[in-house]
C-alpha cells in the first residue's frame, strides 16, 4: 500500500472516530494529521521509511486520557516504522506515571524519546524508568541506529536545554557521517548547533504552538514575550545544496496549565514524515517557513532555570522524607 492511501485511512479513520463518539465529549476532532516529506539527503540512503512525530503528552490531569489514547490510535493507524516524542511527558508530578507508562506501551512502533522541562521539573529519573517500562528508548545527550528493512537510520537525542541538560559534544561522540540521522530536542533553537555536525532533520516541542493561533497572539506569546525563533511547524530547508538542516515543532498533545486550544495551528497534532520521499511529491500542510527574531537566554535566566530544577528535587526528596528538614510549603 502506497504512502498515500495509508495517510488516506487514517483520515477515514479519524472520521470514523468522530461518527461513533459522543460530539460533545469527543477529543479526536480536536486533532489535526500532518503530513510532510524529509531532507533530500535521504533520497540516497533511504525509501519509504515513515516516522511519527508526537510531543508534550503532559499526562496529567490538565489533559483527559482520552486525548492521549487517541493520539496513540491515530499514530498507531498511520503504520509508522518508528515513533519519536520530544518531551514534556508529564506536567508537574509523579503522580500519573503509571498511566504515562500504560499510553507509550500501548505504541505499535519503536519508540525514542527524550526529556522535556517539565519532566526535570518532576524528577527525570522517576519519568525515565515510566518511559523504559512503556517501551521507549530515552535517548539522553545519545544515539543509536535503528534498521529498517535493512535500511539504518541514527537517531539522535539532546536532554532538555531548557533546564540546563543538553550537552552536543556527549550526543554526537561516534555518530557515523555515512548513515542517515534525524535527532531529536524538546528546545527547536538546539537544531541550529545539529544543522551543522550533519543532522538535517531535528524533531522538537515544548511551544504547544503557542495554544492559541488567531490574530498571530501565538507570535506574540512564544515569539516575542517567550523569544522562541521556532514556533510551530517546518522551519530551515530540506535541500540537499543548502548547507542547513530542517525543524518540525510539534503543536503538542497535552497542555500543562490549561488545555484551551484556539486556532487552526494550535490543534492537538500527529506528524508523519516520510523519509526518502522528495519534497514536494505530495501535498504538505505547510513549506518550510522563516525562523523568527528570537532571543538567546541569558546567563542569569539559564543559572534560574537550572536552580528551580534544584529546588524542585529538594522539595521531593524533604516530602518523601529523604531531606533534612520538613518541607514547611507541602
Known sequence: MSGSATIEGLRKFRKKLLRERDPWHDTSRRF??????????????????RVAHLTDLHVGRVTPMEVQYDAVSMTNAGKPDL???????????????DDLTDVISKIDAPVFAVLGNHD???GAEPVRKALRRGGAEVLDN????????????????????????????????????????IGLSHIAE????????????VF???????????????????????????????????????????????????AAIVS????????????????GTQPGAFDEHHQEQEAHPGRVPSTKTKERRAEAVRRKHERRERRNGNGKRPDLNH
Do not use: M
Not at 493561533?213 to 530551515?236: D, F, M, P, Q
Open 260 to 275: 484551551l486550544r484556539v486556532g487552526e495551528r494550535a490543534k492537538r497534532e500527529v506528524a508523519f514524515f516520510e523519509l
Open 190 to 201: 538546539e537544531a541550529d548547533a545539529l544543522w551543522e555536525e550533519g543532522v538535517p532533520l
Open 83 to 97: 515513533v519519536v516524542i520530544s518531551g514534556d511527558f508529564v506536567c508537574h508530578s509523579q503522580v500519573y506515571l
Open 142 to 181: 545519545s544515539h543509536t541506529t535503528i534498521t529498517i528493512r535493512n535500511q539504518p537510520l541514527q537517531v539522535l537525542g539532546l536532554d532538555d536545554a531548557y533546564t540546563g541538560h543538553a550537552d552536543h559534544r556527549h550526543a554526537l561522540k561516534g555518530l557515523r557521517s555515512d548513515l542517515p540521522v
Open 204 to 254: 522538537s516541542g515544548h511551544t504547544h504552538a503557542g495554544q492559541v493561533t488567531v490574530a498571530r497572539l501565538h507570535e506574540l506569546s512564544v515569539g516575542r514575550l517567550a523569544g522562541h525563533k521556532y514556533i510551530h511547524g517546518l522551519y530551515g530547508s530540506r535541500g540537499a545544496e543548502d548547507p542547513k538542516g530542517a525543524v518540525y515543532v510539534g503543536a503538542g498533545v497535552g
Open 32 to 49: 489535526r494529521i500532518r503530513r510532510f516529506a524529509g531532507p533530500e539527503c535521504f533520497l540516497d540512503h533511504l525509501e519509504g521509511v
Open 120 to 122: 526535570h521539573w518532576a
